[in-house]
């Protein structure tokens, strides 16, 4: 009775504040346009996405039956972390089940106790989690300030130093100065582990990443998903060779998961070939991100996800709900979801979107938008 008291409180302090969360399924023939979800390239619905996972799932089977290390190593995952690894210009690349995973695994196993983890303020919540487990010393510094990241490496002493940024940030929508830190990093000795979860298919030269655009740089390791733009699920490691083979051996969330599944891992591997064939894909977000970030007075993005403060967490919820009624899904973040405390409409610029329905999502959002803050 003592902890279902406790859960009751939590629930009613919950909705008290109007963050209480529940869970609505989508139905397969949803007509409600999706400015929600992180499918940027519209590429999970793409024919030669579908029909390479159903084949996987055919020949393989539905799951990878063991962990890499045991059986679950196919000779998907091998395509998928070559290709992966040539369209970002890294060395090499390991495949894991989720983005989740990518980033624990890449952080417990580089930092511990004789290290020092030097974090942004708005990491996404898997490197907080990744930097906690590490048991290494963490010194949070402010958003995308690239003097506190100076001075905390130059105080770091002999400590070997790990730095944590986003390129493209997951609520806010603003990108890191990815190439100023990789040369404090580099001056310091230190690496810079960059999350490319909301960069890769949409930021830099053809969606290759802004990690792409530094070229060769050791010191820099990157991660990714294939569930954003490329419409699928798992995540990736990617930076030197060496850096491959000490994750095989060191990563615990790599070493004791069970294997991506074949399916999951065909469909990534065909949408990164899509985005290699069609570079006008991640025009295309670009192009409908600066339009829309304009229509709602917000700071535009270099990738695909903006993000509209609102003046209460009720007032999100309300304005997202104005949104479904109108036929357009948007994300809603609320504390403790979002960095800064700001309850935020998130919504996200989508490539496969017919032009009709872009224009009309943006018609209503504008008119949303504009009533909510008016209101404020």
Same mark, same amino acid.
Request: with cysteine; charged share 20%.
């Given at each position: 009775?003592?902890?279902? #008291? ?15 969360? /529940?869970? $609505? ?12 979800? *992180? ?14 996972? @159903? ?17 679950? &190593? ?13 369209? &970002? ?13 990518? *980033?624990?695994? #890449?952080? &417990? ?14 990491? !996404? ?12 010393? =963490? ?21 070997? @130093? ?26 310091? %000795? #230190? ?10 298919? =949409? ?7 802004? /990690? ?6 050791? !010191? ?24 491959? +083979?000490?994750?095989? *051996? ?6 004791? +998961? ?45 990738? @695909? ?9 009720? %007032? ?21 979801? =979002?960095?800064?405390?700001?309850? $935020? ?14 224009? !009309? ?9 504009? $009533?909510?803050?008016?209101? @404020?």
């Amino acid at each position: 009775m003592r902890w279902q #008291a406790w859960l009751a409180e939590q629930r009613e302090a919950r909705e008290q504040a109007g963050l209480q969360r /529940v869970l $609505r399924p989508r139905s397969a023939g949803d007509d409600v346009i999706d400015l929600a979800g *992180n499918d940027y390239l519209g590429l999970s619905a793409h024919p030669d996405v579908r029909t390479a996972a @159903a084949e996987a799932a055919r020949v393989w089977g539905a799951g990878s039956g063991a962990s890499r290390l045991v059986t679950g &190593t196919t000779t998907l995952h091998g395509e998928l972390e070559d290709e992966l690894a040539a369209f &970002t210009g890294r060395e090499a690349a390991l495949v894991l089940s989720t983005g989740y995973h990518a *980033n624990l695994s #890449a952080v &417990t196993a580089l930092a511990d106790r004789d290290c020092l983890i030097v974090s942004d303020a708005h990491v !996404h919540a898997s490197l907080i989690d990744a930097a906690r487990l590490s048991r290494a010393a =963490v010194e949070v510094v402010p958003h995308n300030d690239v003097d506190a990241v100076r001075t905390a490496l130059a105080e770091a002493g002999a400590r070997r @130093a790990v730095v944590l940024t986003e390129s493209v940030y997951s609520v806010l929508g603003d990108v890191a100065p990815v190439a100023e830190l990789a040369d404090v990093c580099a001056e310091h %000795g #230190a690496l810079l582990l960059v999350d490319e979860a909301h960069g890769l298919g =949409v930021a830099g030269t053809g969606g290759r990443g802004l /990690v792409s655009e530094l070229g060769e740089a050791p !010191h820099v390791v990157m991660t990714a998903t294939s569930s954003k733009s490329l419409g699928a699920m798992g995540g990736a490691v990617l930076g030197s060779a060496e850096l491959v +083979d000490h994750l095989i *051996n060191r990563a615990r969330p790599f070493i004791f +998961d069970t294997a991506l599944a074949p399916a999951p891992t065909a469909g990534a591997l065909a949408a990164l070939r899509l985005v290699r064939r069609h570079p006008e894909l991640p025009e295309r977000v670009h192009r409908r991100t600066a339009q829309l970030a304009h229509r709602l007075g917000t700071p535009r993005s270099a990738g @695909a996800v903006l993000s509209v403060p609102m003046p209460t967490p009720r %007032g999100a919820l309300a304005a997202q709900a104005e949104a479904h009624d109108a036929g357009v899904r948007v994300g809603c973040f609320r504390p403790p979801s =979002v960095p800064d405390e700001v309850s $935020r409409l998130r919504i996200t610029s989508q490539a496969g979107l017919s032009d009709d329905a872009w224009a !009309h999502a943006v018609e209503v959002l504008a008119g949303i938008v504009d $009533r909510h803050q008016e209101e @404020a």
